[in-house]
């Protein structure tokens, strides 16, 4: 009996010794290539646990609900990693451990919400911008957010089902910077959303491919790899970066404190930093991403697409996101309640 | 053995429905006398905040179309449900039997999955439109998906068999000779289903209406997909307030309304039945 207690044991420790060489990863949903995983698992014999998440506040919250974290690597947007970064749940990261960081756009290092660049590997990007299909409006003079207010779009835009980046559109439209603390303005802000409703068809973020493709709605808001996506399979889908500014995301990948395998996540993070793999996600996805490197290991029609990568005139037009204060985030969250039950 | 099976299939529903039920209520009970907190949950310190922050307007106004939902499509659930159900209890047993498995069929599918084909019903190049254009009753497609009537379509098909199995229920053990005495004594169709059909399986309408009212304010899933997450219904609040606003003691709140809302209901539910049973015992 005693003897089978013993090998039982010592069966259990080695499969936690094995357990040992893993890097917890917890990224959103569709942002992380299952091939980009794999073949990380091939190269470096290390195992990926890899979970998923549909938006921060989970992320944040999960983070928040156990001080012992189980996460090596996760991946917020760009705005949460300013809330992190304040509050101390991620680490400094020593850049000179990451030798394949010179890979990255220099336009991406030192983003507003991160001003050092020390606390974030961005990983994926995008932007929303307008989206139309041009055998319903094909001579229609689509250039600026504002021409989404026109009459003639009564009941038929699709805007992006998330306060943040409709709340964008209302302060662009009126000048005001995206990232704007200021209540008053936020109410200026609903006060032009007010007046875009009656052109409103619906709300969604999540299936905007397939919307688009089947024409179920023809014009509207949309992020710039799900018109691409569309526009694959329906060339008449076009994608046009406002000219009264726009907003990007990047969602990156950082380190939180007293991650369990601190080195494995450095592996982790120096691995997706590879020109290849950076390609590699680009090419399943279809999310532009900050890896300048990358752009040489891409089919040209990707590299060159448009849609996917701005550019470097378009890009000046873009906000990068930053985090809001509690009693800004509580009026866009009020208002938002307001728009949609107009 | 009998007995001893007897205390344990109760004992084990008991256990149950305390555990996930009773004991779930009271921590949202509790959560909703708590103070909002954003780095926590919530903090140990009891306010009613919670629940005035719902005679808000905005909040005011969600119920209130929420409601109108609900009531629309309680309504639609008992036009539909009401003759099916009737029909079905006046067929042969065996056939019965087969017209409500056949009605319980599709619950073997995720409600999510059925409703995301309701889309591709709906949609402008979707079934729908491709018969009827094909058919040449309309010229354009029709635009239905992302309005309240896709919505309302949605929940009277998600909601009906909640409607049609209590109605089947009562008129199945209706009796049928009453309608002949009925008949004896001269009355019409009409004045037999209104005044003898439709008062006896008064308690099979209303616990339907309970049964399909309350979750046609909550389906949020319902409203996000076919809606166009327009129409925020009061489950969509409450989804809202847990996940995107981490408010979950406002969350709370809204959740125990809504579970007292639907005790008031079962309570004028009980008082109607037992109403009825004293109303025969004194003819």
């Given at each position: 009996m005693k003897k089978w207690v013993y090998i039982a044991f010592s069966l259990l420790c080695t499969l936690a010794r094995a357990n040992d060489n893993v890097v917890n990863v917890y990224a959103w949903s569709q942002e992380v290539s299952p091939k980009v995983v794999r073949q990380f698992q091939k190269d470096t014999g290390i195992r990926v646990n890899f979970s998923t998440f549909d938006s921060n506040e989970v992320l944040y919250a999960k983070m928040k609900a156990s001080r012992q974290t189980q996460y090596d690597v996760v991946e917020p947007s760009?705005?949460y990693i300013?809330r992190m970064a304040?509050e101390n749940m991620i680490e400094k990261l020593d850049l000179g451990k990451l030798s394949n960081y010179k890979n990255l ?9 991160d001003?050092?660049g020390e606390y974030s590997i961005p990983w994926v ?126 969602d990156c990948f950082v380190v939180p404190k007293n991650a369990p395998h601190r080195e494995n996540a450095y592996k982790f993070l120096n691995y997706v930093l590879q020109a290849k793999i950076a390609a590699l996600q680009?090419k399943e996805t279809?999310?532009?991403t900050?890896n300048?490197?990358a ?48 | ?38 780095d926590r949950i ?242």
């Amino acid at each position: 009996m005693k003897k089978w207690v013993y090998i039982a044991f010592s069966l259990l420790c080695t499969l936690a010794r094995a357990n040992d060489n893993v890097v917890n990863v917890y990224a959103w949903s569709q942002e992380v290539s299952p091939k980009v995983v794999r073949q990380f698992q091939k190269d470096t014999g290390i195992r990926v646990n890899f979970s998923t998440f549909d938006s921060n506040e989970v992320l944040y919250a999960k983070m928040k609900a156990s001080r012992q974290t189980q996460y090596d690597v996760v991946e917020p947007s760009s705005y949460y990693i300013m809330r992190m970064a304040r509050e101390n749940m991620i680490e400094k990261l020593d850049l000179g451990k990451l030798s394949n960081y010179k890979n990255l756009n220099p336009a991406f290092t030192h983003p507003d919400y991160d001003p050092t660049g020390e606390y974030s590997i961005p990983w994926v990007l995008g932007l929303a911008g307008i989206v139309v299909n041009r055998k319903y409006y094909p001579n229609d003079n689509l250039e600026k957010w504002t021409d989404l207010w026109s009459p003639k779009y009564r009941n038929s835009l699709l805007l992006l089902d998330d306060p943040r980046e409709v709340f964008n559109v209302g302060l662009l439209t009126l000048g005001y910077s995206p990232n704007d603390n200021n209540v008053q303005h936020l109410k200026k802000a609903y006060e032009n959303l007010v007046a875009l409703l009656p052109n409103v068809r619906l709300y969604n973020s999540s299936s905007v491919p397939s919307l688009l493709i089947d024409e179920d709605v023809t014009i509207g808001m949309g992020w710039n790899a799900d018109a691409y996506k569309a526009h694959l399979q329906n060339p008449n889908i076009e994608f046009i970066y406002p000219k009264d500014k726009f907003v990007i995301w990047v969602d990156c990948f950082v380190v939180p404190k007293n991650a369990p395998h601190r080195e494995n996540a450095y592996k982790f993070l120096n691995y997706v930093l590879q020109a290849k793999i950076a390609a590699l996600q680009v090419k399943e996805t279809f999310y532009p991403t900050a890896n300048l490197a990358a752009i040489d290991y891409l089919p040209p029609e990707i590299a060159n697409s448009k849609i996917i990568f701005p550019s470097v005139e378009q890009l000046k037009q873009g906000y990068f996101q930053t985090d809001l204060n509690d009693d800004a985030l509580e009026s866009i969250s009020r208002y938002w309640q307001l728009l949609k039950l107009q | 053995m009998k007995h001893k099976f007897q205390y344990f299939s109760v004992g084990l529903i008991t256990a149950w429905l305390c555990l996930f039920g009773l004991l779930s209520f009271l921590v949202m009970l509790t959560i909703s006398f708590l103070q909002h907190d954003l780095d926590r949950i919530a903090v140990w310190h009891f306010t009613l905040q919670n629940y005035i922050d719902l005679f808000d307007p905005i909040f005011f106004k969600i119920f209130l179309k929420s409601f109108y939902i609900a009531f629309l499509v309680t309504a639609g659930c008992l036009l539909l449900g009401y003759p099916f159900a009737y029909i079905v209890s006046r067929l042969p047993e065996k056939v019965q039997n087969l017209a409500l498995l056949l009605l319980l069929l599709p619950f073997w599918t995720s409600s999510v999955v059925r409703t995301y084909a309701m889309m591709s019903l709906l949609k402008t190049k979707g079934l729908l439109n491709a018969a009827l254009l094909s058919m040449g009753l309309i010229h354009e497609p029709l635009q239905i998906l992302f309005t309240n009537t896709a919505v309302s379509i949605g929940l009277i098909y998600n909601l009906l068999p909640f409607m049609i199995l209590p109605i089947y229920v009562n008129l199945e053990r209706f009796d049928v000779s009453l309608i002949e005495a009925a008949k004896d004594l001269g009355a019409k169709y009409t004045t037999i289903f209104r005044k003898v059909i439709i008062p006896l399986s008064m308690p099979g309408i209303l616990g339907g209406c309970t049964l399909v009212f309350l979750p046609a304010m909550t389906l949020f899933f319902i409203s996000d997909l076919l809606g166009g997450a327009k129409a925020l219904l009061l489950g969509n609040l409450i989804e809202d307030q847990f996940l995107m606003a981490n408010n979950w003691p406002r969350g709370a709140a809204t959740s125990v309304l809504l579970t007292v809302l639907m005790a008031i209901g079962l309570l004028l539910y009980w008082s109607k039945t037992n109403k009825r049973v004293d109303y025969e015992a004194v003819t």
